[in-house]
C-alpha cells in the first residue's frame, strides 16, 4: 500500500509538473481568420496576425507579419505581362495561359499530403496542426520561363533559376520565429513530352542570422544555414514524379530583434529533364505555402526592498510593493507598451504568453496602457530605485532608475527583480551663538548635532555620513579648514568642525543644506537645513565707494546693497590713512534702517580750510606724547597749542592752497548701527585738484 501511495504521489507531482510546463509557454500560429481574404493570383502585400495557440483569439497587443514580393525577375508568363513570375494565390490552369484562382490564406494541408509529423514548434506546445494552422499560399509560375510561342526560355532541368524576393516583415521585433512550408515541388506530365519536374527553393539573405531544420518529410531539407531545398530536385538524378517527393516541414530562423526576413525564391529543374517546362495556353505552377509561428513565454520578478542597495552589487531584499506599484512590458524599440500588471503586496509580479522578443521592464505607480507609449517611472513618495537585475544572484544593469534593460525573451524568465528603498529624513538644525567677529565664525563655535532617521537603518546622527546640497549665500563654508563645494559627501559627520569667512554685512543668519546617506548609499529627497544665527546684525554691506575733488569740494558718493537696523553713517577723513577724524554725516535712508536694495549715498564738503586736518594734526601729534618724558611733553605740548593756533591763520592767508597740490587724502565711511554698534567700509585715496 504504501509503495502505490508513493508512486500515486510521485505521478499526481508529475503531472503538475507537467501542467505547469505546459502553461509556461506558448505557440503564437496562423489560425482562421487571422489572414487575408480573397484569391489570387496577385503580388499585393498581405498582412497575417499571430493567434494565441489553437484558440481563436489574436494575441494582444498585436503581433503580426506582412508578406510582400520584389525584385520580380520575369516580369510575364507566356506573354502575359499581366502576371510576373512569382505571386500570391495563383494556381495551374490547363485553359489558358493565366493561372487559376487560388485563395491566399490557406489550411496547411490544403494542398498535397501535409501530416502534423512533419511540422515542429520546437517544443513549445500546442503542436501544428495541418488541419487548422494556416499558411500564406504563394506559386513560381514555371510559364515564366517559356515564351509566348511556348518554346523554352530557359532550358529544361537548369537549377538555380531566380524568380524574385519575398520579404516578411513583423510589426515589431521579434526572436527566433519559426517557418513553416509545404508543398515544395510541381510536375507535369503529358502522353508526348514524358514528366517535367521542378521545385522552388529559398535563400536567406538577411545578414546576422542562420537558419536550423526542424523537423519535416525526407525531401525537406537546409543544406547550410542560409537555403531551405527539396532534395529531389536538387538531386543529379531526381525526379519529382509524386506526392511522395514533395519537400514539407519546419525551419526556424535564428536570431534576436528581427524585423524582417528577405528570401530570395529559385527554381529548380529536376534531372529527369522532360521536354518543355509548360505548353501553350496552358500554366503550370509549383504552388508552396508559408506560414510563420512564434514561441510566447511568461516572464516574472520580484520588487525588493533592497536596504543596503548595491553596495553589495546585489540586488536582493525583502518582497513589496511600497504600497502600489505597476510592472510595465515595454518593447524598446516601438517604445510601445506590450503588458502591465499590477506587483503584488508581497512584491510578486507575472507577464503571461509573451512573444519572444527583446523587452524592458519598469515599475511605476502610473498608469500604463496596452499599445500607448509607456509611462514615466514614479515610485511612492520616500522611495528610490536602487538597482535591477535579471537574475537571482549578483551584478545589476548598470543604471539604477526603476527600469530593467536587455530582456532577451526566448525561454520563460523568473527574476526580473527591482530593488527599491526608502530614503533617509534629513532634520532642519539651528543654533544660536554671539556676534561674530570679523565677519568669521571659528571652528569649534558650532556644536548643534545634526539628526534624521532611515526607515531601513534607524536613527542618524553625527557619525553618520551627509552631502551638503547647498552652500550659504552670504560667506564660505568650510570643513575641517577646507573650503566646502556643493555636492561634498562628508563621512563620519561632526559639526565642530564647521567654521565660515566672509559673512556678508548686514546678516543676521547663515545657512547650508544637508542630507543624510543611508546604507544604499541614497540621499534624502529633501534635505535639512542647517541655520546659524547670532545675535544683532552684522554691519551694512558697501557697494562701490568714490571720493574726488571739484572746485574745492570734496565729493563723496557710495552705495550700500544691504542694511539691517542702520541709523547713520559718519564720513571720515585721514592724512595718513591711519588717523581719521568725522567731517560730517548721512542718515540712512532705509526704512527702519532695513533694506534689501541697493541705495545710494551722496556727501559734499567745501574744503577752504584745513581746520579738520588741523585737528588731524593735534590728535597724531598728541598720540605721540605718550612717547617722550614729562620734560619734553611739556614742550611738545605748547608746541601743539602755538601750531594749532598758527596753522588756521595761514590757512586762511591762502585758502586755494590749504592742500598741496602733491599730498593724498583719504576717505573712508563709518555705520553706525541703532544700537551704537558701528562697521568700517574700505578706504579709498584722493587726489587733491590742481
Known amino acids: 500500500m504504501r509503495k502505490v501511495f508513493l508512486s500515486q504521489m510521485v505521478l499526481s507531482l508529475a503531472m503538475v509538473i507537467a501542467s505547469n510546463c505546459a502553461l509556461a509557454q506558448t505557440s503564437l500560429k496562423f489560425r482562421n481568420g487571422g489572414g487575408p481574404s480573397g484569391s489570387g493570383p496577385n503580388t499585393a502585400s498581405k498582412v497575417v496576425a499571430f493567434n494565441y495557440g489553437n484558440t481563436a483569439n489574436a494575441y494582444n497587443p498585436a503581433l503580426n507579419v506582412t508578406y510582400s514580393l520584389s ?408 570643513y575641517n579648514g577646507n573650503p566646502v563645494t556643493a555636492g561634498q559627501t562628508i563621512t563620519d559627520f561632526d559639526p565642530s568642525l564647521l567654521s565660515f569667512t566672509d559673512l556678508q554685512d548686514g546678516t543676521d543668519q547663515t545657512s547650508f543644506g544637508y542630507s543624510f546617506v543611508d546604507a544604499a548609499g541614497k540621499q534624502s529627497q529633501t534635505p535639512g537645513t542647517y541655520t546659524v544665527k547670532w545675535e544683532g546684525f552684522l554691519p551694512v554691506t558697501f557697494g562701490p565707494i568714490t571720493a574726488k575733488f571739484t572746485d574745492g569740494v570734496l565729493v563723496v558718493d557710495w552705495s550700500t546693497l544691504m542694511e539691517n537696523n542702520n541709523d547713520h553713517f559718519e564720513i571720515e577723513l585721514s592724512k595718513d590713512a591711519v588717523h581719521f577724524t568725522a567731517i560730517g554725516s548721512v542718515a540712512s535712508k532705509a526704512v527702519n534702517g532695513i533694506s534689501g536694495n541697493e541705495l545710494q549715498y551722496h556727501f559734499t564738503k567745501p574744503v577752504n580750510s584745513l581746520q579738520e586736518l588741523a585737528g588731524l594734526f593735534v590728535l597724531a601729534a598728541g598720540l605721540l606724547l605718550g612717547c617722550f618724558n614729562s620734560r619734553t611733553k611739556v614742550l611738545l605740548t605748547i608746541l601743539l597749542i602755538t601750531g594749532a593756533g598758527i596753522l588756521p591763520v595761514s590757512c586762511n592767508k591762502k585758502e586755494t592752497q590749504a592742500i598741496d597740490h602733491n599730498s593724498r587724502v583719504y576717505v573712508r565711511i563709518v555705520q553706525i548701527d541703532k544700537d551704537g554698534k558701528s562697521a568700517v567700509s574700505k578706504t579709498v585715496t584722493v587726489t587733491p585738484e590742481p
Open 71 to 478: 525584385n520580380q525577375q520575369y516580369s510575364s508568363i507566356e506573354g502575359n505581362s499581366n502576371i510576373p513570375g512569382l505571386v500570391f494565390g495563383g494556381n495551374g490552369n490547363s485553359n489558358a495561359n493565366t493561372p487559376a484562382a487560388q485563395t491566399f490564406y490557406n489550411r496547411l494541408n490544403a494542398f498535397g499530403l501535409a501530416t502534423n509529423a512533419s511540422f515542429s514548434t520546437n517544443g513549445v506546445p500546442p503542436g501544428i496542426d495541418v488541419a487548422n494552422d494556416y499558411a500564406v499560399a504563394l506559386a513560381a509560375i514555371a510559364d515564366a520561363l517559356i515564351n509566348a510561342n511556348g518554346s523554352n526560355r530557359v532550358a529544361m532541368g537548369t537549377k538555380n533559376i531566380r524568380f524574385a524576393d519575398l520579404t516578411l516583415t513583423f510589426n515589431r521585433p521579434v526572436n527566433n520565429p519559426i517557418l513553416h512550408l509545404e508543398n515544395m515541388g510541381g510536375w507535369w506530365s503529358t502522353s508526348n513530352n514524358g514528366v517535367t519536374g521542378y521545385s522552388v527553393w529559398l535563400r536567406l539573405l538577411s545578414a546576422g542570422y542562420t537558419l536550423s531544420r526542424l523537423s519535416g518529410n525526407t525531401p525537406f531539407v537546409v543544406p547550410n544555414n542560409t537555403d531551405i531545398k527539396n532534395a529531389v530536385a536538387a538531386s543529379a538524378n531526381g525526379a519529382i514524379d509524386n506526392n511522395d517527393e514533395i519537400g514539407q516541414g519546419s525551419v526556424q530562423v535564428n536570431g534576436n530583434g528581427i524585423t524582417s526576413l528577405v528570401f530570395r525564391v529559385f527554381l529548380d529543374g529536376d534531372a529527369n529533364n522532360g521536354a518543355r517546362w509548360s505548353t501553350t495556353n496552358t500554366v503550370q505552377t509549383d504552388l508552396f505555402t508559408v506560414g510563420v509561428s512564434m514561441a510566447a513565454y511568461n516572464v516574472s520578478g520580484n520588487v525588493l526592498n533592497d536596504a543596503n542597495g548595491l553596495t553589495d552589487n546585489t540586488v536582493n531584499g525583502t518582497g513589496t510593493n511600497a504600497g502600489g506599484l505597476n510592472a510595465v512590458l515595454i518593447d524598446p524599440v516601438t517604445n510601445v507598451v506590450i503588458a502591465t500588471v499590477p506587483v503584488n503586496p508581497d512584491g510578486t509580479y507575472s507577464f503571461s504568453n509573451i512573444a519572444s522578443g527583446n523587452y524592458s521592464i519598469q515599475i511605476t505607480t502610473a498608469s500604463a496602457t496596452v499599445n500607448a507609449p509607456p509611462p514615466a517611472v514614479e515610485l511612492p513618495d520616500g522611495w528610490v530605485a536602487t538597482g535591477e537585475h535579471l537574475g537571482s544572484g549578483a551584478g545589476s544593469d548598470g543604471t539604477p532608475d526603476g527600469i530593467l534593460t536587455g530582456v532577451t525573451l526566448n525561454s520563460n524568465l523568473s527574476d526580473a527583480n527591482f530593488g527599491i528603498e526608502r530614503t533617509p529624513v534629513s532634520d532642519d538644525k539651528e543654533q544660536t551663538i554671539p556676534l561674530p567677529e570679523n565677519n568669521s565664525i571659528p571652528q569649534g563655535a558650532i556644536t548643534a548635532a545634526v539628526s534624521g532617521s532611515d526607515a531601513e537603518d534607524g536613527t542618524l546622527g553625527n557619525s553618520n555620513t551627509i552631502v551638503i546640497t547647498s552652500l550659504p549665500a552670504n560667506g564660505t563654508l568650510y
